[in-house]
């Protein structure tokens, strides 16, 4: 595949189309990863979306992508984003039928929480794919942050004016969530947290951090060129560097030093904070004869890193701790980091991804050999481990081996889950635009309007399954998800997939339709935020 490094205009008048998970803005970087070669397909195919970026767009009623700039790379994100919608859709599909339970065992995947079965194998299949969705939001949320200060940056927006941006926007998805936690719950759960909360905080949090290394790398950068000599080498592109009001450049060594020991700093930070995942556990991992303990500490202190449940005013349903996630967040912040340094080809970046998932990989199969980073030792007492006591418990069977515990992300889950992430984005690379545009349009349209999605989907799923198990249900052997007493579903996998199909045939003219009232608003409009 042909490459070239162009790039796309940047005006003043540019604003970026903020998605529901992330913020990859239209700005000039789109010239990161460019093709040749497509245009004409490529206009032809898509007549819907006018693309800028590494994952942004200008949403249109009829979409078009520039001649020159668009590339595999700039839609790669919107694809992984849409294709994991989808994957999450079957999950709460799970929920909306009372079709199985909800995990790849009997029991979700919790720290602490015994396996004496597995799921059926198509529970087990469908479950396995949803544990992509909530750590590709976040690291495609951290990824755009950068792509997003970077873009207003160079529309001279200020550090304030950023942070600003990030708490609003971070108020909203709040607000949302809680709102429908209350018409959900018919007003017993206001603090529903069941992923939208916890991308709210890691937003907030992680674009405050963005913004603060944005001056400190800077400011490294002009306190090293005092002993650090100028040359011609090329250097990193660093960011906000217009706000900081230094006077003299630092040389290009003093910034490429900076800028790789603030990638570091981001690499270190990641590596904690998924961690401290399981130092913080309250049986480190292992399950107890006695079972799971609970966690010490107030409401509001556990509400950041363990799973909370109560119905004492106001109700709290949150299942996804917000500092127990920021880890993918950060490491997207390093990721859109590395991706903006300069001009890199489309294959380039494909094999950089493929790279990266295969490093993960390794890490995952290493957890399982060598029996680190899991929140789940002892816990596998399913007739597998049983048949094999003197056995590795994970490498007892194909379902061991993939078991990994989500609530909260042990070391294991963080490898496998970023393992797939990375392969999807350096597929939907490695795809030329053309093709992608003409045959993934599916995915375009629900990645570029994730939030509406996220919100429109829930209501859809719990009232085409609400009619569906009143007219057809019968009881289960199993407790509802949704509320106590045996349960009432339907486990039969065609009208599993029938309901499905339905709900994401109507979201995808649905998300047509709010894309195109959507680019009829202003850049600081709300409703950019869906």
Not at 223 to 239: F, G, N, Q
Not at 311 to 316: L, R, S
């Amino acid at each position: 595949m042909a490459s070239t490094a162009s790039s796309a205009p940047f005006r003043p008048d540019d604003h970026p189309q903020e998605t529901a998970f992330e913020d990859i803005s239209d700005n000039d970087d789109a010239s990161e990863i460019t093709t040749s070669s497509y245009e004409s397909p490529a206009r032809r195919a898509l007549t819907d979306i006018e693309r800028r970026s590494y994952g942004s767009v200008q949403r249109s009623l009829s979409f078009k992508l520039p001649a020159a700039t668009a590339s595999a790379r700039a839609i790669a994100p919107d694809l992984v984003r849409g294709l994991l919608m989808a994957f999450m859709a079957i999950d709460r599909n799970t929920m909306a039928l009372g079709a199985w339970q909800h995990g790849t065992g009997r029991v979700t995947e919790e720290d602490g929480a015994v396996v004496h079965e597995w799921n059926y194998r198509i529970a087990y299949a469908m479950r396995t794919l949803a544990h992509f969705c909530a750590p590709g939001f976040t690291f495609l949320l951290g990824m755009g942050i950068v792509y997003f200060g970077r873009s207003r940056t160079r529309l001279g927006w200020s550090a304030s004016r950023m942070v600003r941006h990030f708490l609003v926007r971070a108020v909203v998805l709040t607000l949302v969530s809680m709102a429908m936690g209350g018409i959900i719950s018919r007003g017993a759960v206001w603090v529903f947290n069941i992923i939208l909360i916890a991308l709210a905080v890691d937003y907030f949090l992680v674009g405050v951090l963005w913004v603060g290394l944005s001056y400190t790398e800077v400011a490294l950068a002009t306190l090293l060129s005092r002993w650090i000599p100028d040359d011609e080498a090329e250097a990193p592109l660093l960011v906000n560097s217009r706000d900081v009001g230094f006077s003299e450049k630092p040389s290009s060594r003093a910034e490429s030093i900076s800028w790789t020991f603030h990638n570091m700093i981001l690499l270190v930070l990641t590596a904690v904070t998924i961690w401290w995942n399981m130092w913080m556990s309250p049986t480190h991992g292992y399950c107890l004869p006695e079972g799971p303990r609970e966690p010490k500490g107030s409401v509001f202190l556990r509400f950041w890193f363990y799973q909370v449940m109560t119905m004492q005013f106001p109700g709290i349903v949150s299942g996804f701790p917000p500092l127990a996630w920021i880890s993918f967040a950060i490491l997207g912040v390093l990721y859109g980091r590395l991706i903006l340094r300069r001009s890199w080809s489309a294959t380039t970046v494909a094999c950089a991804n493929l790279a990266a998932a295969l490093a993960f990989s390794v890490l995952f199969v290493l957890t399982r050999v060598l029996r680190f980073g899991n929140l789940s030792e002892n816990c596998l007492q399913t007739s597998d481990q049983l048949a094999h006591p003197q056995t590795n418990p994970y490498l007892a069977s194909v379902a061991s081996f993939f078991y990994v515990v989500k609530y909260p992300p042990d070391v294991a889950f963080f490898a496998f889950t970023l393992a797939g992430t990375f392969l999807l984005l350096a597929l939907f690379t490695a795809v030329p635009a053309s093709f992608a545009t003409r045959y993934f349009k599916v995915l375009l349209v629900y990645g570029t309007s994730a939030l509406f999605f996220y919100v429109t989907h829930m209501f859809l799923l719990f009232a085409f399954g609400g009619i569906l198990v009143a007219l057809f249900g019968y009881e289960t052997d199993f407790k509802s998800p949704m509320g106590e007493g045996p349960g009432k579903g339907i486990d039969n996998v065609w009208v599993f997939f029938a309901n499905w199909a339905a709900v994401l045939f109507v979201l995808y003219f649905a998300c047509m339709r709010y894309s195109a009232f959507k680019s009829t608003k202003g850049p600081d409009s709300i409703w950019k935020f869906f």
